[in-house]
Every structure is written in structure tokens, then in C-alpha cells.
């Protein structure tokens, strides 16, 4: 029972790694844009997507970031 309970644990404890990177923004292209545009430009996506909280993936941001104008290298989500 014991081996039961700590393989529950750890499977369920190993899940909770899968969130890490939910907020992190894609790699863009910021051709044509400031670094301070594309710092509060990430920054605004990022609010939008945690204002949903678990809701949505990280596929929120990058789909964000392509309404403001920039090309995406390598989408999250």
C-alpha cells in the first residue's frame, strides 16, 4: 500500500512540472519594432493570458503576439 501511495504522489507531483513555460513568450521576429515595444508588447500578452488563468495554453501568447504584428520563430502551444 505504501509503494501504492508514493507512486500516486510522485505521478501526481510530476504533473504539476507540465505548467512551466505556460507564460513564457514565443521566440518573434521583432523586425520593425523597438525592444521596449516588444518588452511591453510580451508583457501585455502575457497579462491577457493569465487573466484567463489555467484556461487556454501558452498558444494564447503567440496568437497575441501575431495579432500585434510580429512573426513568429517558435510557437508555444
Given at each position: 500500500?505504501?509503494?501504492v501511495v508514493l507512486a500516486f504522489?510522485?505521478?501526481?507531483?510530476?504533473?504539476c512540472g507540465?505548467?512551466?513555460g505556460r507564460y513564457e513568450p514565443?521566440?518573434?521576429d521583432s523586425y520593425g519594432h523597438t525592444p521596449e515595444q516588444l518588452a511591453a508588447d510580451q508583457h501585455e500578452c502575457i497579462e491577457a493570458k493569465r487573466a484567463h488563468g489555467w484556461l487556454g495554453d501558452a498558444g494564447m501568447i503567440t496568437d497575441c503576439m501575431e495579432r500585434k504584428g510580429y512573426t513568429i520563430l517558435t510557437?508555444?502551444?
Open positions: 500500500m505504501r509503494k504522489t510522485t505521478l501526481a507531483l510530476s504533473g507540465g505548467g512551466h514565443p521566440a518573434v510557437p508555444k502551444g
